[in-house]
């Protein structure tokens, strides 16, 4: 029997989920053409946000690679438009030729809603709808310029989020008085908007925008009560509207999207319709839970298989801008004969409100504290009626239901088998439950590939925790991760994923929000989560000296009879007759015992009594050199032999680069200590190939090594890249350290951390995805900013922390 | 009843600001190093400032709840009591503070 042909139109996540359905059930049953606007495949269009703020890289987000497609036999047509389809022949038209079907599903989504302003061809204005939007927003970042957003609703403040979180001042103009007026009532979008305004945005609600201005690109807006705003870029997220010129022009029937039925079918009974582009009973859908919903209807009824037909249904939302708890459902305007509950609590920031009809709880906003939003969500859903004496304490959630306070797992426990756990990818308690006992599932990952229950915006990994540790027992527990210390159960990877996602800017708001079990930590916690601190939160976070280990803390090296040691940088391992002068004055005034070559090029100054450091590093300072940072969780040295400027066998300036990446990277705190090497040939002579990050040069360029050690341990590294220019291999090094300051453990030296994601996935994120590598290398730069201030100079004649270098004198 | 009578007497060692939080200083008296602590809830702590494992100085510590931790070799010192806190053994001794008008007193036994 031939292969029925199967053309699809549009590679979204309606698509996707589409195919992935159909092609998981019957493999061999459809050929299969793909055609897409947007030269790739399918991606998590819903992960774009952390994707701009720059918390998360496109290829992670990507769900469908041309691996995908190739051993699934789909013939991909990317980057290509469908110019008709001509319904008689049963031809799909492409700009690059014709392709016949005996079904068409046409999924071409939505396209964002340009208000026809005067200027709002100009270069500079922007969308936010698809991944080339995202790219343009990156690129078109100026952190400093700012950005005006016009639209304060789902997309448009998470657009704003991003914009600000990578620098720019952001401008939010919304012509409502509430931001997102269609998920929030006004207190909960007066709520919003404070938080918002508190993180630096600047919100404009009930603002109507006359025209954008410009000379040749975007320079600014004017506001129709005639004030101006300045700015480099305008992003319109005002809105989408159903992609539907192909379908219309078919002559298919057509109102605000594609009309389709219960089972998706259009007007033509050969041709589907799922996705942003479809009206089913006059509704339109713009959130990916009823999206996913009509991909597998419809797939199920092209494997023949029986299924229920799509039914309209209240769908919940949630705001992806990081550490904003905000959850809507249902129906909250108010009216004739519905009542509210609502509770608020001014210091918190918290809101609720919980509208009934009937005796049914009919809508629900949350905000500042939303755990219950799945449980409120499922009550809208049942429709039963609430008795009067539940009525009393719903508004406290789950954990009031019943009388007694419920822990998490206890609540999860309690939940009904049909109760949603993944709003995204409808997936039930009972579903999640099946799939650990019935697959042997160990951990999210393997509950995220089997049912896609976290997989999309990922809020609900923590219920999904919680229902692999209620099934598994203490099999749960045995795979549980150690803990960051004794302070806490959460490993360092939670701990710093929950800092990111949370939004947690300091010590006491991570015990507090994770429940350390300690009032103050330890002095394992604390110097980890102050790294994890400054290097998530570049220029906002505060250092907290106290919570720094003593060499640190007061930037020398304590030594085992409490003297200190005293290591100046070196640029490159290279110093001067003035630079050795003055060294050796201050040895002499200062009557240090001993002066010592280190392993690293450096002069080290070693039995200094800590009254005497300032003394020491204003002389020191005096002639030019700054701290070493020998004492640091950061960049110490980089060694480096002479290159050709001296060298006989010397391919490149190794001297050269060495002092360029020592200058880029001095003063940057990393999980563990880090050390360079740039050898001028393979030679090798500055032994770079057991450093964390190692360089030689060779004739051709430059190869880029990683993953050394010489330590307790001894490890050769690994060759992460080669690259044929100075610039090249200093964007590429600088990537990988900042890869490694985001990613590694705190006291996890760079072998370990490589070792433990993989090598590969170094490469991948470094190497294979140059979008990433330049994202990396900018916030590593946009990091050095704050770091870059010699702590010598500090306390020598800057003023700080002088209480550490003075005894105390007792009064008289 | 002992001869020589042991007179306590109470020695004004610094304002109460001029130790840090979650931080120490340290203070000669009666030919001995003294660390001064203040914990993070503002409680004030006077002991022998030298770790009894291998003398190192725990006023460069990290200080967490009534406890400070040796920068040398990590043994975790009760402020209190002045025992080592966990598996590890050694004690040091304290001192009796008073916190008076803003300002750090101890007891020094004459």
Known sequence: MSRQKLVIIGAGMAAGRFLENLLEARPDAYEVTLFNAEPRGTYNRIMLSPVLSGEKSYQEIVTHDDDWYATNKVTCRFGERVASIDRDRKVVVGEKGEVAYDRLVIATGSSPFIIPLPGHDLPGVLAYRDADDTDRMIEGCKPGERAIVIGGGLLGLEAAAGLRMRGMEVTVLHLPTTLMERQLDPSAGYLLEKELSGRGLDIRAGSNTKEIYGNGKVEGVRLDDGSDIPASMVVMAVGIRPSVAVAKEAGLEVNRGIIVDGMMRTSDPSIYSVGECVEFEGNCYGLVAPLFDQARILAQSFCGDDCAAFVHTETATKLKVTGVDLFSAGDFAEGEGREEIVFRDAQRGVYKRLVLQDDRLIGAVLYGETADGAWFFQKIKEGDPISPDERETLIFGQSFAGGTPMDPMEAVAALPDDAEICGCNGVSKGSVVNAIRQRDLKDVNGVRSCTKASSSCGTCTGLVEQLLAMTLGDAFEANAVEPLCGCTDLGHSDVRRLIVAQELRSIPAVMQELGWKTSCGCAKCRPALNYYLIATWPGDYKDDSQSRFINERVHANIQKDGTYSVVPRAWGGVTNASELRAIADVVDKYEIPLVKYTGGQRIDLLGVKKDDLPGVWAELNAAGMVSGHAYAKGLRTVKTCVGTDWCRFGTQDSTGLGIKLEKLMWGSWSPAKVKLAVSGCPRNCAEATCKDIGVICVDSGYELHYAGAAGMHIQGTQVFAKVATEEEAIEYSAALLQAYREQGFYLERIYKWSARIGHDKVVAQIVDNPENRKALYERFLYSQKFSQSDPWAERATGGVAQHEFKVLEPAE | ?110
């Open chain 2, 1 to 110: 009843m002992n001869s020589i009578a042991k007179i306590a007497e109470w020695t004004d060692i610094c304002a109460v600001d001029d130790v840090p939080l979650r931080g120490a200083r340290r203070v000669r008296l009666a030919g001995m190093e003294v660390g001064v602590f203040r914990n993070a809830s503002g409680r004030v702590f006077a002991i022998d400032n030298q770790c009894p494992h291998k003398q190192g100085p725990l006023s460069e510590g990290i200080v967490h709840d009534t406890s400070v931790t040796c920068p040398l070799h990590s043994l975790v010192i009760d402020l209190e009591t002045g025992k080592a806190r966990g598996e590890d053994e050694g004690c040091v001794k304290t001192f009796e503070v008073a916190l008076q008008s803003g300002r750090v007193l101890i007891k020094m036994e004459a």
